[in-house]
């Protein structure tokens, strides 16, 4: 039994260019995630860069200490300085 993963199908919106290093241990773990994203969505994964978005995104919509900081700083107390 294949686990449900959590990057389902990729968006395709307007990038904005961000340069980075990875560790090799981690570009192995990203190539071997996107094999799997591949395999679970029938969707080919070219660019396994692509799915560092949406695992980005869902690490920050998920913790909850970011979305605590979050809303206080985007709340009408919190931007009064």
Known sequence: MI??????TLTD???VKVTLELPASVHRDLVAYA???ASESG???SDPGKLIVPMLARFM???RGFTKVRRA????EGSKG
């Open 3 to 8: 686990a449900k993963l959590k990057i389902g």
């Open 61 to 63: 919509a998920t913790d």
């Open 35 to 37: 094999k799997a994203v």
């Open 13 to 15: 919106d307007k990038p």
């Open 73 to 76: 700083v985007h709340s009408p």
């Open 43 to 45: 969707q080919p994964i």
